[in-house]
């Protein structure tokens, strides 16, 4: 289903999947009566970093009867990093005995995406909280940009992490001892930075993702060869 108003009662069998619009589309879907999620379908939502009701900011179902979830999951697709605050995904005027899974996936990023049910009682919304980290390479065992291995220093806390979804991401001089970079899996920084006297050469079977693009500066060589 995507955007617009549909006039009868709808129960959404296992295996259905509900969409307030097109993947990546944010837009509004109404259903005029009930709606019914049976147990192993999905509701997904595609969000940007403002946390706008609809208005073609952000999905949104509005339901004018009653809604069942009946431990529909649900999966949000971030458009944009998703800024903190609370996003209204759905709104109902009729009850609701039954409760989503609370466990919202789609989230690879150190931010904290919690379903809340329960403050507005006919508002089903996603609280986020936590931000990003800026990054610097660092590696320690290996030479791997993958989702796991703490080859990266937090500029923040002196620390040193592993790489989650959207962090900012900066190569210099001084991780240029390990220069050979292998990516591995779909990695989608916020920014990536290259700036260094350094080669380096980004390789493997992974990828980098996201809307921000790459900044080369510095007089170093950077090869892409992913």
Not at 17 to 27: D, M, N, Q, Y
Not at 29 to 49: C, E, K, P, V
Not at 56 to 81: Q, Y
Not at 110 to 125: F, M
Request: proline residues 4%; hydrophobic residues 40%.
């Amino acid at each position: 289903v995507g955007g617009g108003t549909v006039v009868g009662g709808v129960i959404a069998r296992s295996g259905s999947v509900i969409r307030a619009g097109g993947l990546g589309l944010a837009e509004t879907l109404t259903f005029a009566n009930d709606l019914g999620l049976q147990a192993g379908s999905t509701f997904g939502f595609d969000l940007t970093d403002v946390p706008a009701v609809g208005g073609g900011t952000n999905d949104l179902v509005v339901v004018a009867g009653r809604l069942e979830p009946s431990n529909t999951v649900v999966v949000i697709n971030p458009l944009k990093p998703l800024g903190t605050g609370t996003y209204t995904l759905v709104t109902h005027d009729g009850t609701k005995t039954t409760f989503f899974n609370p466990v919202v996936q789609g989230n690879g990023s150190r931010q904290g995406w919690t379903l809340d049910e329960s403050t507005v009682p006919t508002v089903i919304a996603l609280v986020v909280t936590g931000s990003f980290e800026s990054l610097v390479w660092r590696p320690q065992a290996n030479a791997a940009w993958d989702l796991a291995s703490s080859n990266w220093f937090v500029t923040s806390g002196s620390t040193t992490d592993r790489f989650y979804q959207i962090d900012t991401v900066l190569f210099d001089d001084s991780g240029a001892y390990s220069n050979l970079v292998t990516l591995s899996g779909a990695l989608t920084p916020q920014a990536v930075t290259v700036n260094a006297s350094s080669n380096y050469t980004l390789t493997g079977p992974g990828s980098i993702g996201g809307t921000n693009g790459l900044l080369k500066q510095g007089a170093g060589t950077l090869v892409l060869n992913s």
